[in-house]
């Protein structure tokens, strides 16, 4: 059962893996690879649940990267920015502004995909899911914290 869940979670992070397919990207390919394992173990997902999960989830992840690509690339020039001092008063309010509708828009989209899959799945597996992703990223930064300091040596 576990096998086949897999099989189907892999069919639908095909997507992600194609997109994820230029160079310098093997470590977010084994991260997201790692990831959809990690969370379809936690799930726990009968074939019918993980067949209505993961496109909604995978087309989730792609607006979330597209909107911290945007962030970034907006945000940018105030990390360029070595002195507060050297802004305006009136660049630095919009420098904050811009982070608040960032934070709006990443809530609005997390808002939006909650009820998506609340449509499709019981509330204890959206649960889990909010869940697993969070233990997934304790373990991926417990990980890389342990991991930097032996490639400094």
Known sequence: MMKY?????????LPLAAVAQRPGNDRMEN????????????LDLNPEQAKVLWPVYNAW???????????Y????????VTEIDELSETEIEALILNDFNFKQREMNLDRKYYYRLKAILPIK???K????????????????RTVRPQQKE
């Open 125 to 127: 597996i959206i649960g």
């Open 5 to 13: 869940i897999f099989i189907v979670a892999f069919f639908f992070t």
């Open 61 to 71: 992840q792609k607006e979330q990267a597209e909107l911290r690509k945007e962030k």
């Open 129 to 144: 899911l909010y869940r697993a992703e969070e233990a997934f990223k304790r373990e991926l930064l417990n990980k890389y």
């Open 31 to 42: 991260i997201e690879a790692h990831k959809i394992a990690f969370l379809t173990q936690k």
């Open 73 to 80: 690339q907006k945000m940018i020039s105030f990390r360029k």
